[in-house]
């Protein structure tokens, strides 16, 4: 395996590669160096895990009740042992770079199949997720705005998916981490900026926090769960980060604090990120609740006028949200293409070719299924479940050979996946149904 760019992002092996092919990466693979520092680091995993997700998480609670806000903190705990899970199989074997190389040190070729399928589809669908929601929140904005080209009318929401398309696509064209960490800061403080404005809003333009809600509502339970795991959804961009942070093999070894000792650096990005988020979240799921009860919609910034100042902050702040995240989601699905046919063409012309496409692909389908509620909870349920708790689960019991043995962590291993089956059945069929009734 070529040892791939020192920009330090990425999946350096293709999603596919023969056998030939892997004997030469072994004799030639050494570990690559990445620039990225801590705090950058920090930042592209806040973007990642934060953004989004935030705008539906007050929805979740509405659908599952307040007694739903407990499987939040569920998911979010285990999700965050599960990412633990996949850095412990890339210290097991340093030609180990991206999620696909873990599932293949597990399972073999079939395994890197498996893997790689969930992993793109599922950061497929989250960035053309970002496009539903972009047009969403500018015809709420902007009602009635259209044009007709060739005496055939387009809808001001198709127009707006095709207009942001337009501006994502320079950011994906970056192919430096280093660069993407400083858009990422920006979806950090988008997720701080749109919680504090809707607060604001529900404090002083009249809304308030008087909605009381139910308790818990068993039908709306898997919807509420799925939407809670799109949150998290962010596990097969962590082998990126990972590689990219410069000083690897220091990281290891440097302790934290007193009350962190156990912690090394790629633990604390980690458990920085997943805290920050999962107080967000919960605090805009609370707060939303309150100020909309069962009238909440998919996306909160939908219930929210577009006349007041706090509102219009939260509504042009969200739609800074995907423009930062886009490119993060994306990237190892442009590199694993890019690898696979690296030894083919020159590489600047065709690598823009190959990310414009990627973006243009996404525009097709979000203006084909625009539902962005339900199609956020199918990810959640089917792709973020099995990509973020399952896979990483599996992979370390066949990896650490724990599962030959009794013992408490791999009995909590494997209780997590059939739990997390579970929530793949049941949350996928709601989540079609929910589609086709729309359709």
């Given at each position: ?257 007193k009350i962190l000792v156990s912690f090394d650096f ?91 496409t990627l973006v243009i692909s996404t525009v097709v ?75």
């Open positions: 395996m070529e040892s791939g760019p020192r920009d330090g992002y990425s999946i350096t092996i293709p999603l596919l590669v023969d056998n030939h092919e892997k004997e030469q990466d072994k004799l030639c693979v050494k570990e690559a160096e990445g620039n990225t520092s801590f705090f950058k680091t920090c930042f592209n995993g806040l973007n990642a895990l934060s953004g989004v997700g935030i705008l539906s998480v007050p929805y979740a609670l509405s659908s599952g009740g307040w007694l739903s806000l407990l499987l939040l903190f569920v998911i979010a705990a285990v999700t965050f042992y599960t990412g633990l899970l996949i850095k412990r199989c890339m210290d097991v074997d340093p030609h180990v770079r991206s999620y696909p190389d873990i599932g293949e040190l597990a399972f073999g070729n079939k395994g890197r199949i498996v893997v790689s399928v969930f992993m793109n589809m599922e950061l497929y669908l989250v960035a053309t997720g970002f496009l539903i929601l972009e047009g969403d929140n500018l015809q709420n904005l902007l009602p009635g705005v259209g044009v007709e080209i060739a005496g055939v009318p387009i809808g001001g929401k198709q127009m707006f998916v095709v207009i942001v398309a337009l501006v994502i696509l320079p950011t994906v064209w970056l192919s430096n981490m280093n660069i993407i960490s400083f858009i990422s800061a920006s979806g950090v403080l988008a997720s701080v900026i749109i919680l504090g404005s809707i607060v604001w809003a529900g404090a002083h333009d009249g809304i308030g926090f008087e909605q009381k809600g139910t308790l818990l509502n068993w039908k709306g339970i898997p919807t509420a769960v799925s939407l809670y795991a799109f949150c998290y959804c962010a596990h097969p961009v962590f082998p990126t980060l990972y590689t990219s942070m410069e000083n690897k093999k220091q990281f290891s070894k440097v302790k934290c604090l790629i633990q604390l990005v980690l458990l920085l990120c997943f805290l920050f988020c999962t107080v967000t979240y919960a605090s805009m799921a609370v707060a939303g609740f309150l100020m909309f009860g069962s009238n909440v919609q998919s996306q909160i910034t939908l219930n929210l006028p577009t006349k007041t100042f706090s509102s219009k902050v939260a509504i042009y702040t969200t739609l800074v949200n995907p423009v930062a995240k886009y490119a993060l989601m994306v990237t190892p699905i442009v590199n694993a293409i890019e690898n696979r046919f690296r030894a083919y063409y020159s590489k600047k012309p065709i690598s823009f070719l190959i990310r414009s389908v979000a203006l084909s299924i625009p539902f962005f509620g339900d199609l956020m909870s199918l990810v959640g349920a089917f792709l973020s479940v099995t990509a973020s708790i399952i896979l990483p689960c599996l992979c370390y019991l066949k990896i650490s050979g724990t599962y030959r043995r009794l013992g408490f962590e791999p009995i909590v291993i494997e209780f997590i996946v059939l739990l997390g089956i579970a929530i793949v059945i049941v949350g996928t069929y709601t989540s079609v149904l929910e589609i086709l009734g729309h359709l």
